[in-house]
């Protein structure tokens, strides 16, 4: 079984940068892909920043220059690090891994920005 654990949500105001992070049960590197996700109230929930087995990192439109997505493989942690947060990013973001074909997903940490 493996287990997500989201870390680093909270209240800031507009420009200001928070960063996420996502612990893993497991050697990340055992996973095709990892990823953040967001549902904002209403929404469907969207990729915000992803990376494959292979290394790629896409970002969604909407925060590619303020939000980057960086590991450290041996803490088994993945992070999004967002800068420049604008109230439109107010949204309960989720860690995402994919393994064998199957989704895992954490529990979500809210992030709000307003002022």
């Known amino acids: 079984q493996v287990q997500l654990v989201e870390s680093g949500g909270g209240w800031v105001q507009p420009g200001g940068s928070l960063r996420l992070s996502c612990a893993a049960s497991?050697?990340?590197?055992?996973?095709?892909?990892m990823g953040w996700y967001r549902q904002a109230p209403g929404k469907q929930r969207e990729l915000v920043a992803g990376?494959?087995?292979?290394?790629?990192?896409d970002y969604a439109d909407s925060v590619k220059g303020r939000f980057t997505f960086s590991r450290d493989n041996a803490k088994n942690t993945v992070y999004l690090q967002m800068n420049s947060l604008k109230p439109e990013d107010t949204a309960v973001y989720y860690c995402?891994?994919?393994?064998?074909?199957?989704?895992?997903w954490g529990q979500g940490t809210q992030v709000t920005v307003s002022s």
């Open positions: 990376i494959t087995s292979g290394g790629n990192t």
């Open positions: 497991r050697n990340i590197f055992s996973f095709n892909a």
């Open positions: 995402r891994a994919g393994r064998n074909g199957l989704p895992y």
